[in-house]
């Protein structure tokens, strides 16, 4: 790098354009937060449902899965579950497991009570309903 | 104080005989030496990471693996929380080593620094053991995560008092730095050394953030893992970068405190709105699809200007360290970046393409050369420079550095081939169950693609030879002197 830029311009550029880009944050952040409301399917954020997200983390399930496309990459997303099998097939699904098939992926059994089962497929029927601009892409998620 | 021996070492390297690496070295400053502990236990959890790495990745491909004693996602978390926990090991380790020698004065308190060390090792340690030695659920409720809930959530899986421990591990740590840096010399490479640790802990509290709506979980989740690993943990390695590059290039310190600005300044200004490019499908607007496509765009430029960095400062050394392994970690530390973050990064990152391949192997892909690449090998580098020094020397025999440069090639080239299996497999998955008018199921899709998760496995099975040898090179001798 040329000689005229000096190690000061260069300290000043840095600390310049970090506050100012975190401050743009701020702002979209701010104006993001203000969107949301028509977004965020927040008018079905019953008690249930919130049941429903704490046994959807205290069971580890984005271990395996993902949700809105972010987790691991094992199983199957489950963001548009809901619309993909439907409440009763998830419930049957998950009291089934382990399926003990030879060499399938297993998931465990989580032995969650009828009332638990309801209160995940909320968080599920809830998650699938939030506006994520279309994606997935297809059913298969 | 300087003794004249290293002082020697250090002025001569026209005189073969004055540069005898195997000469008693000692420390600029002795409190230095309490990093050794931080390296030691970091490359010890790094192996555990990669026994449970190969653990998933046989899990792939013979699913009913090790089930039901460690199912998949017990060994994922123990995978990533290990690959954390050993970086913030390597990045404390770094920040006790360089902090005192930048500053030119003795730590402010080595025994907290290793007291700190401790609790942070048990607390780790136990949590390892909770995860493999109980459900999860279970887990939670011993923990007390029903008076603040934060577990459960991708990395941020630790129980709600490691999260505690955590932070209070980080502020031990940042004071004892801090109080080292106000009353010492202030250089521009202890000054982004400082910032970016400081941001680390700062975004860490976010992860005490978990509202019941999950648009707004999801979005400030994001505040603790992008604005670490793609904004502040980039500012610590850039510091970690220069601070060995001024050691063993001998290039005047103010050209490369200046790339050092100018690497970490192009890193905050695409890094911090580059946020977006998590913002596509979760629920926020649909705007974050330009913002975050336009300027997740640019962050290959901070890791393509790191690598130039690399290679010119090497280029224009002023003498020839005897220590060749932690010039050629430097150099592939920033090659590796670019690809993993930078290249691979960019592959998916516009909202067009990342719409077909968010949430699939294309990720994963990503996620393995850009931590790899990025904070593991920056760790290395560190590792490869001062732990000879602590040990006594100014670097290791030629038979020591030889071993350390073949382990270095074996785990790069065995990332290298994961991304590539994990991409093929990735572009196949989002072809079969994205696109075209019968996709298939999410399942019926992973099983044609098993051909690449086994070649996957055997690349894992490389690195894992290669990091054995990256720990036998600690243990051997040599009675060759390596030659400057």
Known sequence: MSASFTKSTARNIFYGGAVFFFLLFLALTLDTVQALPKRDNRANLTEQVARGKKLWEVNNCIGCHTLLGEGAYFAPELGNVYQRRGPEFIKAWIKAQPTGAPGRRQMPNFHLNDAELDDLVAFLKYSSEINTNNWPPNIEG | ?484
């Open chain 2, 1 to 484: 104080m300087t003794s004249p021996v290293m002082a020697t070492a250090r002025s001569a390297s026209a005189s073969a005989a004055a540069n005898d690496p195997l000469t008693n070295v000692q420390l600029k400053y002795r409190t230095q030496a309490v990093a050794k502990p931080y390296f030691v236990a970091a490359i010890g959890l790094f192996v555990g990471q990669i026994v449970f790495g190969l653990i998933m990745g046989l899990q792939y491909v013979i699913g009913d693996f090790l089930f039901p004693a460690i199912p998949f996602n017990v060994a994922r978390m123990v995978h990533t929380n290990l690959l954390i926990v050993w970086l913030l090991f390597g990045f404390m380790g770094a920040g006790y080593y360089l902090i005192p020698e930048e500053s030119e004065r003795e730590l402010h308190s080595p025994k907290l620094a290793i007291l700190t060390f401790w609790v942070f090792l048990v607390a780790g340690a136990l949590t390892i053991v909770g995860y493999l030695a109980v459900p999860y659920a279970t887990l939670a409720q011993m923990t007390g995560n029903d008076l603040l809930p934060t577990m459960g959530r991708e990395f941020l899986e630790q129980p709600t008092i490691t999260k505690i421990g955590i932070v209070l591990v980080a502020l031990s740590f940042l004071f004892n730095l801090s109080m080292t840096v106000l009353k010492g010399r202030k250089t521009s490479i202890s000054m982004v050394m400082m910032l970016g640790l400081w941001g680390l802990a700062i975004f860490f509290l976010f992860s005490f953030y978990n509202p019941v709506n999950l648009v707004l979980d999801k979005y400030f989740w994001w505040w603790v893992v992008h604005l670490w690993v793609e904004g502040v943990w980039e500012l610590i390695m850039g510091a970690m970068l220069a601070f060995v590059l001024v050691k063993v290039t001998g290039v005047d310190r103010e050209i490369i405190e200046k790339w050092l600005y100018v690497v970490i300044a192009m890193t905050l200004i695409s890094g911090i709105i580059g946020t977006g490019h998590h913002y596509f499908w979760i629920g926020a607007p649909a705007y974050w699809q330009v913002w975050g496509s336009v300027f997740s765009a640019l962050e290959p430029i901070p890791f393509f200007m790191m690598t130039l960095f690399a290679f010119n400062v090497v280029n224009k050394r002023r003498r020839e360290h005897p220590n060749k392994a932690a010039v050629l970690w430097a150099l592939g530390t920033g090659v590796m970046a670019f690809l993993g973050a930078g290249v691979w990064g960019f592959l998916h990152t516009l909202a067009p393409v990342n719409y077909l391949t968010h949430g699939t192997q294309i990720t994963a892909a990503h996620g393995h050369m850009a931590f790899y690449g990025a904070y593991a090998m920056v760790v290395m580098t560190m590792i490869s420079y001062s732990m000879p020094l602590m040990r006594g020397r100014e670097a290791n025999s030629n038979a020591a550095q030889m071993v350390e440069m073949w382990s270095f090639w074996l785990m790069t080239i065995a990332m290298v081939l994961i991304t590539l299996f994990l991409t093929a497999a990735g572009i196949l998955q989002v072809w079969m169950q994205r696109m075209g008018d019968t996709p298939l199921s999410f399942m019926a899709g992973q099983d044609k693609i098993a051909f690449f998760y086994w070649l996957r496995e055997a690349s894992g099975v490389m690195f894992f030879i290669g990091l054995m040898l990256y720990i036998a090179s600690f243990f051997i001798r040599g009675n060759e002197r390596a030659s400057a």
